[in-house]
Structure formats: C-alpha cells, structure tokens
C-alpha cells in the first residue's frame, strides 16, 4: 500500500470540499444482473474521477448518482463495521467502504460476493448465510443460575474467544470458501467463528451440543484449509485458527 | 398487490432499541420487527466506547452521581424523573446485557471493567469517574450482536429490507404502518395494536457525519407526517473527534484513556476551557472550544478547520488492546500512524437529541399537557424522553437504549394484551402510494443527489456548532427551495426489485423533514444550551428558555411551535462549568 503523508492526506481531503482537484481516474467494470432486464448477466464500464483517498464505495456512489441510479448494492455505515457492502474487488472479497481507491486504481473489477444467488447487481441472498448462523445456536446457553451481579470471568478467560467476538456477519469468508460454493449446505466459516465464539467463553455450557453440530457431515470437517477465510476478514479475524481450534477440540476434548 | 398482516406489537427499526423492546414484546404478544437493513447492520454497532452504569466495580460511585452528570451534561434541559430512572436502572440493565453474554473487558479480579468517558465525574463534578463499561472499542457492536442473538433465541419474527413508510392511525390510536418490500417492490400493510418506532439517527442531513448513509431520521419524518410533533429538534450532538473531513468517529474512548487535544501551536487548549476535567468535557464544549480556536487561527489542515487528537504518549498495549478499531480508522483513512503522528479531527454530526416525544414509558406524548397516543412508542435516537436534555453524554445512548428500549416494550405488550385491534383506516395505502408513485412516474425533474448535496453542505455551514440568526434564516430560505425541488425529485430506477434509487429518494424527503423542524426551532430559540449555541444570544437564558420545542406539521406544510415545561427535580439550573 503507497501511504500518503499526513500533508498529501489533508491536502487531498481538503480539495474535497474546495471541489478542486488532485483528483486520479479509477475504471470500473461491474457485473451487472437486473431479471427485470435480461436473464443473464452483463458487464458495464465505469469511468470515474476520485481522490486518492476515497472509499471504493464513494466510487460506487458516484456511479449510481451521476451515472447510473440503477446499480444496486447494499451499504450503511461506510466504516467497515456494519457489514452490508461486501463485493468482490480484482477477484477478492473485500468491503467496499475498506478498500480506498488509490489502491485499485486505475482500474478495478467488482462482482457480487460468490457462492450465494444474486439478486441485482451487486445484491445477493443472504438467507443461506444467515441459517448457516442460525444453526450453531449462535446464543450464549448459561448454567441456569441468576447471580445477581455479573458473572465472573477472569481477563485470561474473556481473551481466549476475543479474536472471534469482532465478526460482523458480512459473509466475506463464508463466500471466499470453495467448499461453501459447492455446497450451499456447508456451515460455512462465519458460522464456525460463531460458534467458536460461544464454544471457548467460560460462562458458556453448551459447547458439546455445538460440537455434535458442527462434527455432522455439513459441519467443520468439510473445510480444506485454504485460508481463503482468514485472507478475506476484513476484520483480521484469525478465521482458519478458529475453524481449526474446532476441529481439534472435537477429535481431542471431552464435552 | 398489497399484502395485509397482523401482529399485536409491530416495531419499526432493528438497532439496540427496537430489539431491546422485541425481547420484552415477544414471548408476550405476536409481534413483528421490520427494518430496512438486516438488523445486524444497523447503526448501534458502530458505538465504540462504553455503556456507564455506576456499578462502582473500580471506582466509587452511585446512580445519583450519574443523574446529576445526566442533567447537568444536558445543560438542565433533561427531564430529571426520566434521568434518576435511567441512571437508576443501568445497573440492572448491564448485568442482563452480560448474562446474555455480552463479552465485556474485565478487571482482575473478574469483574466488568469500567473506564472514564466525558462528563461522567464523581460526587457532583470533583473529579472523572470510572463508569462506562466497555467491550474494548467495539461495545455497540457487542450489544447489537448480543441482542440479536437473543432475538434469535426467542425466534423473533423479523421483516428484513422491509421500509416502513408511513404510521396508520384510526380514531386517534395507531392502527399499523405502511412498508415497502426492497426485494419486491410490493406494499405491505402491518395491522397493529401498538407501534414502537425506533429507527435511530438523521444525520446524514449534515455534510460532516459519523453516522451511517441510511440514518435519514425515517421515523420523526414519518410521524411529522401525520400530525405528531417533534420535541427539541434544535438540540444537535456535534462529537468533537470525527476523522478529519470525512465524519467517521474517533471514539471519546480515546480520550478516556488519556488522549489529548491540541491545537496548531500543539497546546492542550482544553486546559483553558474546561480547567477541572479539561478533555473529558462535554461534547458540546469541546466542539465549541475546537471552533473557536479555529476562530482564532489556532486549526490544522490545510483549511485550519480541524485540531489534532494526540495519543503518541500512550502505553502501545492500552492503544492496540483498549482502541485496536479507532487506530486502525486513523491508518486506513488518513494514512496516519497514531502511535508516532497527530491525528487530524474535527467536530462531526453525531446524534439528535429531539425526537418523537415520549413519556417514561416510550409512550408518544403530545402537546404541552403531553397527551398520549394510544399504541405509539418509540426509543432509542429517534425518541425524546427527554433524558439527554440540550447534550447527551458519551454513552448514554448505549444505556437510553437498552432501559427505554425494554420500558417501552414491556409497556407496549401490557398495553397490547388489554386492547382490541383499532379497524385499519379505509384505502391504508393511498398516502404511501401518493408517495412513491410519483417518484416512479416522474420523466423529468431532479436528481436526488443535487438536492441531497445542497442540503448537507448548506446544513453544515449554517446550523452546526454555530449558528446565528442570519444564517439560520437563509437556511430557512434555502429549504424552501430544496422542498419545491423535492416535489420534482427524478430517479432513474423504475423497476420493482431493489430499487435503492426510489429508497434514497424517498430517505431524502424525510431528511428534508427533519432539517425544517430543527432550523425553525433553533431560529426560535434566542440563546445557547448544550448543543444548540447561537453567537448572536451567546448565554444560556433559563428565564425565557428553559423549555422544550415542540414543532408540528401544518397543514400547508409550513413548521408550528409549541413549548412545553421541562420536569426539574432536586437539580436546581446552575452554570456549566468543568
């Protein structure tokens, strides 16, 4: 990544509201898909001129309200923690308010994310993604006791599932995951990092019934270790780690 | 083809509130939550710093200590009941959030760990107290999560990418709403007995804003509509610490755990404002101090327009164990390294302290004898109890959510199980319908982003942090405009399925309603509390003013005001120092 001086950073940032320019010329090619359209899919080309520093999805934005208000895509926060806009970008799953256009430019491509059907455009169903998470009982299940303060929990223990408790459900591992795009019915890591979530916090007492989901023939030994996952967190998240802490804790725990 | 469905309980807006309000609803009453996102992507998720509750698990404190922080942080506008309640209850809320797993940061000995935020001080303003509870800076995040997660426990219904467009009333009580399915195109009438609006923040009504893209103050604009008036919409959070020109928030976290400001001259200038709590003052107060020093040549940037935010003297493992989110903002947005350089920020539209008014209960109140709706609710953002008063303290919209998010709920199912549902008022549709039909049929006109982009660049250079007559007057005049241009709005989209070219045009006209409200409210009121300050009345002026704004749609379309008392209590108005 070319890092800007905080002066090229503010010059740049300043021009923004001047409307003056250092502005660059990004190009991009969208998969576009509209059943209301065509039944099959199409590529439109976008020319248009950004900051260094924009967001892609400013440059999304700028298509759809100069351009083009038909294209679609789901977004809101546009900080990378609400997790709508996840696209694929040059073939990697990415959110789109967390890739900044002077690291694409001068030409990008941008899909919908894989292995879930599309909707429009750069919308796709989220349903299988979200029933994948549904199904690892993605809910801390407690020993019955109602303490009338907090339950304790030494800081060791809250770091042993930390890493896993930063997930924002945004698919972008679950849809880099080859497994996952030929089979609609594997869990899919998201679904295995919620899991671990629950599985290694102390307060929790459920994990063996979470396990004996994940061991079925659906569940966690169907990942290859490809390290797609862990490449497309935008969130850092140590996905393989966890998949694999799954795994092993399986084979060799007692629950 | 519109589809008719019946609930007891329909909640519009999945954030920390409306899933608050469904966990108490749904095991109740058939209730129903429609939002235009997937819940997990609503707005709660990206506060950062902390939830306060004097749970004293590190410091001494009490509930009291809080209220009296609460009020006199609102600048004595609060209701003081509504206040001593939320403080009052907090406890009990935080430990529910942990039991329902909330992974909180712990003390040693296994405890929530709490830290300093602004405003929140021990006995009465001695010194800042440790109260916010946090989960590193990614707390908001951890309660959505944790109540959806609950939500699905308890498999509440959910309507996803369904946008309510308009509040259903018969004989005076709520009858239902109105939505629109995003996948579709088609409409979906809700029958109800009660109706909790929580559709959070609006604004994106500003150029400079943390919040989301979708925050267009959806529920104020939808019940402005239909008669219900909208309390202290003047009252505008402006946090002092947005990533420099573009909005995002760098959490008052920062400054909890020792983060500093400082001007070009690379002086800790809060020292001259806030001499006790210096930067652990209010937001109002920072924002204003950072203005005036920009005032008076002391900004940075190449326009002078921001200050820095300095962290370098921090432990690195308080950095990347306490703040590891708002660092990584500053590296990726700015290309700024936090641990070696100065972090460029100004102050950044936050949140909106007025809302639909309510009482303690979240039961929509009107008028200046407050006169119930029967089956309106609403919390969270979008909601006036008024426990925020003329400024809300760093996280008490964590806490405002989760104690009237549940008050509301459980209040709209006792209500919900002793009623009948009111007949649906004839041809339900026909106002949503005159609302989006137009727009599709439109072939010539303007395009959203013209009118959009003249909102928020006018907004934020004449009722932000300063505001005067002269201004606020012409702002007045250019919404004027901007609503003429409006009713030729031009979208290019015109199909059925995902049309967000419609959704964005249709989110810009309740922008345009909350904006009018707000500047006719802060023309009114001639003088400065909290966040609402005017340099020509520069005092705040208790005799006149200490009393809420009520702003009502008339008929013509023009803006009505009423005042209404504030509830005072043991907390006498006295000035604001720190």
């Known amino acids: 990544m070319a890092a800007g001086t905080v002066g090229e950073v503010l010059e740049g940032s300043d021009d923004r509201r001047a409307g003056a320019s250092n502005k660059i010329t990004l190009r991009l090619k969208i998969r576009r898909y509209n059943p209301e359209v065509r039944e099959d899919s199409w590529w439109d080309e976008f020319e248009v001129r950004m900051l260094p520093n924009d967001r892609l999805l400013d440059a999304l934005h700028e298509v759809k309200w100069r351009y083009d208000g038909t294209l679609s895509l789901r977004r809101s926060c546009a900080h990378a923690i609400c997790g709508s806009d996840a696209i694929m970008v040059n073939g990697q799953n990415r959110l789109a308010c967390k890739v900044l256009v002077k690291d694409v430019a001068p030409k ?35 020993d019955g006791s109602e303490p009338d303060t907090e339950r304790p929990q030494s800081p060791e223990d809250r770091h042993r599932f930390d890493d896993t408790t930063k997930c924002i459900l945004c698919a972008c591992c679950t849809t880099s995951c080859p497994i996952f795009w030929g089979d609609e019915g594997y869990v899919g890591p998201a679904a295995v990092v919620t899991a671990h979530r629950f599985i290694y916090d102390s307060r929790d007492v459920a994990a063996g019934e979470r396990m004996k989901i994940l061991s079925d023939k659906s569940g966690v030994f169907r990942c290859r270790t490809t390290f797609n996952c862990t490449e497309a967190c935008p969130r850092g998240i140590q996905v393989t780690k966890a998949v694999q802490e799954v795994k092993r804790s399986i084979l060799f725990d007692r629950f | 083809m519109t589809t008719f469905h019946t609930y007891d309980a329909v909640i519009v807006g999945a954030g920390g509130a409306g899933m608050r309000a469904a966990i108490a609803t749904s095991d109740q009453v058939r209730t129903a939550v429609i939002s235009k996102l997937y819940p ?67 003390t040693p000995d296994g405890k929530i760990d709490q830290r300093r935020f602004g405003g929140h001080t021990r006995n009465h303003g001695e010194a800042p107290v440790k109260r916010a509870c946090y989960a590193a800076d990614r707390t908001g995040h951890m309660i959505l999560q944790t109540l959806y997660q609950q939500c699905v426990k308890r498999n509440v219904r959910f309507f996803n990418e369904f946008y309510v467009l308009d509040l259903l009333m018969n004989e005076g009580r709520v009858a239902g709403v109105v939505a629109y399915e995003l996948a579709t195109g088609e409409l979906h009438v809700f029958r109800a007995k009660s109706v909790m609006m929580a559709t959070g923040g609006s604004g994106r009504m500003f150029k400079v804003s943390s919040n989301a893209h979708t925050l267009t103050g959806d529920a104020p604009a939808i019940a402005y509509r239909r008669g219900i008036p909208l309390e202290d919409m003047e009252f505008f959070q402006f946090h002092p610490t947005g990533v420099y020109k573009m909005g995002i928030l760098l959490s008052e976290a920062v400054r909890g755990e020792g983060g500093i400001l400082l001007n070009s001259e690379e002086e800790r200038f809060m020292e001259r404002y806030a001499p006790t709590v210096k930067d652990l003052a209010p937001r109002d107060l920072i924002s204003r101090a950072i203005f005036q020093e920009i005032k008076e040549g002391r900004g940075v940037g190449p326009g002078k327009d921001g200050v820095w935010l300095d962290v370098r003297h921090l432990p690195r493992e308080v950095i990347e164990e306490k703040l590891p989110d708002v660092t990584e903002f500053a590296r990726l947005y700015l290309s700024v390294e936090p641990t070696k350089e100065l972090v460029p920020i100004q102050p950044t539209a936050h949140y909106s302290m007025g809302g639909i008014p309510t009482d303690e209960n979240g039961l929509c109140v009107t008028g200046p004898e407050e006169t119930p709706v029967p089956g309106l609710y609403s919390a969270g953002e979008c909601a006036c109890v008024s426990v925020h008063g003329a400024n809300r303290l760093g996280t008490n919209s964590l806490l405002d959510i989760v104690v009237f ?115 006719v409210a802060a023309l009114a009121r001639e003088e400065s509390r909290g966040g609402h300050y005017r340099d020509d009345f520069p005092e705040r002026d208790d005799e006149r003013w200490l009393k809420h704004s009520l702003a009502y749609r008339e008929e013509d379309g023009s803006v009505r005001l009423e005042f209404k008392d504030v509830k005072l209590g043991t907390y006498v108005p006295m000035e604001r120092k720190y």
């Open chain 2, 405 to 519: 998010g549940r008050r509301g709920g459980a209040h709209m199912a006792e209500w919900s199980k002793t009623v009948d549902h009111v007949a649906l008022p004839g041809d339900p549709e026909s106002f949503t319908r005159g609302l989006i039909d137009p727009i599709l049929a439109r072939t010539e006109g303007v395009p959203p982003v013209e009118i959009r982009d003249r909102l928020q660049e006018t907004m934020y250079d004449l009722a932000f942090v300063v505001r005067t007559a002269e201004g606020l007057s012409k702002m007045k005049g250019i919404l004027d405009e901007l609503k003429t241009q409006y009713a030729q709005v031009l979208i290019q989209d015109k199909g059925k399925m995902y049309n967000t070219d419609l959704m964005e045009a249709v989110e810009l006209g309740f922008l345009l309603d909350n904006a009018e409200p707000l500047v």
């Open chain 1, 108 to 142: 990008c491509t941008v899909e919908p994310i894989r292995g879930l059907p599309v909707l429009k455009d750069l919308i796709v169903d989220m349903e299988p993604f979200f029933a994948g998470y549904r199904s690892v009982l993605p809910y801390l299940i407690d």
């Open chain 2, 40 to 106: 997990t992507r609503s707005h709660t998720g990206t506060a950062q710093g902390g939830v306060c509750a004097a749970l004293a698990n590190v410091e001494e404190d009490y509930p009291e200590w809080h209220a009296f922080d609460t009020v006199k942080g609102g600048d004595y506008l609060v209701d003081q009941p509504a206040a001593l309640i939320m403080c009052g209850e907090a406890p009990r809320d935080i430990y529910e959030l942990e039991h329902w797993g909330l992974p909180f940061n712990r």
